[in-house]
């Protein structure tokens, strides 16, 4: 029998219907999924079956962090009833293929399942790697199978093991530190904590960012009825007066200076790799972990190439008028015919070339009710992005105009799209368009209105998860496949409100304490060395042990510090986390008013001067609280979010809520 292993049920399936043209049944061995032709089973994982744990003795976190790290870690499996699966069908297997992802985390998920493998039975493995499930691809990889890729899966080892020590270790640092011990510890990480780091600087220079007040003054003119808009050359005056003075002076006509139109090109957009999706679907509003598993989704089942890649120049091998050719029917044919009519279709290139995985491209045309809605907007994308990459610049005309009042100088400028080019592939990049009329040198014009206008310095924004995900990428944080994982777990953790990121109290503090005592966890620098070292895992220029080693030792420095500062750590978080757990100020008394627990078992928002103060309000009886660092505007009291299961509600301001709820309850009682 020949056993094909792949990384989930899905793709089992898929893989399955290509290689026995659709005559694969389902059969299930043991407690894995399965699918069974000819004398061929395919059977599906659920990603790792197995993970790296400590042995039995080192679970307590009373264990001494020295020792932990020292400690050996061992393997155990996470999915048994899928791992009997397998070692049932190597039984009786007399060739084992591993077609699991083609990447590092799937080349050690192939590694695992070998692992098992050999241990019922010696049996010759091999491994077939693809980046698109069609069938064109799939049958080519099958054709020419090749083994393991040993390096790339130790890397992928190395790197599980380095991030189980680190979590572990500063995990239990920071929440015994913060007697937060049980279900509601605080966690930390090599990748974690740095991002988390990003995010909490920026709402630092936010908070910090004092505004400043400043004036612009502004004509309309007309010319033949029509008006356009002119601004004053000195663009922000510092001072009112300065401003106003400019305002009084300006006549009833201004007097054209000078004109000029240029012509301004637009260059297409690189290729997609995974950065650059997820930034361009998290614009879209879609979250970076959705983006990603509906891409994988996609993937699985053959629609667009392996979501899962650095690269962004097109293989030589990918015959990109054929695929374009796909769509001269369906929603994308006028798309497809515009750009066949090309004589030579020559796609954009980005920075970053590799040679495992394409960029991401559609593999198979799909329509509008193949997909659900999501996958269909993250379809389009992909497709709408495809088009893009081999389309011409796109042209602007642009316009220059310089005016005179009486002395003050105003200038006006026009944009205008003169050549649609790859934007009408791609609607989602929009710049508004400006009109201006044509102006000549000498040109007398009225002076329709003027306005003066004050405004103020703007703070930085807030990070979307697509910027977050550039910036990690720049600084060497994590890689494509862990990126978007780690933002969800920052949320999952309290950390982070998503859309826009905005850390809470307790990010800061624990961030503040890590700065301050171990700086190295939250720079960038230490992680980075550690994927430099990884690189070389993967080249075999050094060995997993080695970076493992290396790890430790790094880690054992950075305790022994944080050792030395566990007094002052620990009263800092402490500090912060009740803080953190105040909703604002009691309106009776001046006291904090915090969430209590009645005798009866239900929460309230109760004042801190009980039994004093008995000022209160209701608080829903299930789902976990979150007090934001948001805060109403009107009673001062900090917002607050309700998660019940994965989802968040708003309750709001708790008193807003309390007066909505009773002016609701009098309305049906009358
Ligand atoms: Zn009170
Ligand atoms: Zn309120």
């Known amino acids: 029998m020949h056993l094909i292993v792949t990384e989930k049920d899905l793709a089992a399936k898929r893989i399955a219907e290509i290689l026995s043209d659709g005559a694969a049944s389902a059969a299930k061995v043991a407690g894995a999924n399965a699918y069974r032709f000819d004398s061929t089973v395919v059977l599906g994982l659920r990603g790792h079956i197995v993970k790296l744990d400590f042995p039995d003795g080192y679970r307590d976190w009373k264990t001494n962090l020295h020792d932990l790290i020292r400690a050996d870690v061992v393997t155990v499996p996470t999915h048994k009833n899928i791992v009997s699966g397998l070692k049932r069908a190597a039984k009786e297997a007399d060739r084992v293929t591993i077609a699991t992802d083609f990447d590092t985390e799937g080349e050690l998920i192939g590694l695992e399942a070998c692992t098992i ?23 080519r990889a099958f054709q020419s199978p090749a083994g393991i890729d040993l390096n790339l899966a130790y890397s992928g080892e190395a ?53 400043e007040p400043y004036w612009e003054v502004h004509v309309d003119l007309s010319k033949d009825g029509e008006t356009f808009h002119a601004k004053h050359q000195a663009d922000r005056f510092q001072d009112k007066a300065t401003a106003a003075a400019a305002m009084d002076n300006i006549d009833d006509t201004a007097t054209v200076l000078a004109f000029a139109k240029s012509e301004r090109v637009d260059a297409p957009p690189k290729p997609f790799n995974t950065t650059e999706f997820l930034a361009a679907a998290s614009a879209l509003g879609i979250s970076a972990s959705r983006a990603m598993d509906t891409a994988e989704r996609l993937y699985t089942a053959g629609w667009i190439s392996y979501p899962r890649t650095d690269n962004t120049v097109y293989p030589s091998e990918l015959d ?34 590799t040679t495992d995985h394409p960029p991401i491209y559609p593999t198979m045309r799909a329509t509008q009710t193949d997909l659900e809605p999501q996958s269909w907007k993250v379809y389009e994308l992909v497709v709408r992005r495809f088009f893009a990459t081999l389309s011409d610049a796109a042209r602007w005309c642009t316009k220059k105009a310089t005016l005179d009042s009486h002395g003050e100088r105003f200038k006006a400028t026009g944009l205008e799209l003169s050549h649609q080019g790859w934007r009408y592939h791609y609607p989602y990049a929009r710049t508004q368009e400006r009109h201006l009329p044509d102006l000549d040198t000498g040109e ?3 002076v329709a209105n003027k306005q003066l206008v004050q405004k103020e310095t703007q703070p ?11 910036k990690m990428e720049e600084l060497g944080l994590g890689t494509k496949s862990t990126r978007h994982e780690i933002i969800t777990k920052l949320a999952q953790r309290g950390y982070v409100d998503v859309s826009p990121l905005r850390p809470t109290g307790i990010a800061c503090r624990v961030t503040q304490s890590l700065e301050r005592y171990a700086p190295t966890i939250t720079k960038p620098e230490m992680t980075r060395l550690l994927e430099e070292e990884m690189e070389k895992v993967k080249a075999g220029h050094l060995s997993k042990e080695f970076v493992v080693v290396n790890s430790r030792d790094m880690l054992d420095k950075v305790l022994s510090t944080l050792d030395e500062r566990h007094e002052e750590i620990s009263t800092a978080l402490q500090q912060g986390l009740r803080d953190d757990a105040t909703v604002g100020t009691c309106p009776e008394c001046g006291s904090n008013l915090v969430v209590r627990r009645s005798k009866r078992g239900g929460r309230f928002v109760g004042c801190s001067g009980y039994p004093k103060c008995t000022f209160g309000l209701p608080l829903p009886k299930s789902g976990r609280l979150r007090i934001t660092a948001r805060k109403c505007k009107q009673h001062d009291m900090r917002l607050i979010k309700v998660q019940s299961g994965k989802r968040y509600w708003d309750l709001g301001c708790p008193q807003c809520n309390y007066t909505s709820w009773k002016e609701k309850n009098n309305g049906t009682s009358a």
Request: charged share 25%; net charge positive.
């Open 320 to 353: 990109l008028r054929v695929l374009v050719g796909m769509f001269t029917s369906g929603p994308f044919a006028e798309n497809a015919r515009t750009l066949l009519q090309k004589k030579q279709l020559v796609a954009t290139r980005g920075k970053k070339q």
């Open 460 to 470: 930085p924004q807030r990070w979307g998860q697509g910027q977050l995900i550039k």
């Open 444 to 446: 007398v014009l009225a």
């Open 159 to 211: 790197r599980q093991a380095v991030d189980l020590i680190w979590g572990a270790a500063l995990t239990r640092f920071i929440s015994t530190a913060a007697k937060r011990l049980g279900n509601r510890f605080l966690s930390a990480g090599r990748v974690q904590s740095p991002t988390l780091a990003l995010i909490v600087d920026r709402e630092r220079v936010i908070a910090q960012f004092v505004a």
């Open 117 to 139: 493998v050999k241990s019922v039975k010696d049996v010759g493995v091999d491994r077939v790697r693809f980046s698109a499930m069609t069938p064109v691809e799939v049958t």
